[in-house]
Nanobody, 121 residues
Framework: QVQLVESGGGLVQAGGSLRLSCAAS????????MGWFRQAPGKERDFVAA????????YYADSVKGRFTISRNNAKNTVYLQMNSLKPEDTAVYYC??????????????WGQGTQVTVSS
């Protein structure tokens, strides 16, 4: 069992940066791949980034590649999403998830409650 709590969301101007954190409780964190997803109003929840159990492999959606960086610290049971050069279209609720390394919602078994990111133009 893994419980996930996201933080770090907020309001930022276009071109700015935010760093999201996701704190996990439970022993399974270091054995789980982690992912970030986002959901804009009226849209489906989409994949953003994923990182393997020990952080060797990462994968990004094309829309964020080169701007976002996912990382993890297994000693702190935390995964991060560094978001740079933010655009208004990045506005969404961001969710972290734990499961197997993949790009679909079905690859992940545990989800956080989400944190709002709003990018103003």
């Amino acid at each position: 069992q893994v419980q996930l709590v996201e933080s770090g969301g907020g309001l930022v101007q276009a071109g700015g940066s935010l760093r999201l954190s996701c704190a996990a409780s439970g022993r399974a964190f270091s054995s789980a791949a982690m992912g970030w997803f986002r959901q804009a109003p009226g849209k489906e929840r989409d994949f953003v980034a994923a990182i393997s159990r020990v952080g060797i492999s990462t994968y990004y959606a094309d829309s964020v590649k080169g701007r976002f960086t996912i990382s993890r610290n297994n000693a702190k049971n935390t995964v991060y999403l560094q978001m740079n050069s933010l655009k208004p279209e990045d506005t969404a609720v961001y969710y972290c998830a734990a499961g197997r390394f993949g790009v679909t919602n079905y690859d992940y078994y545990y989800w956080g409650q989400g944190t709002q990111v709003t990018v103003s133009s």
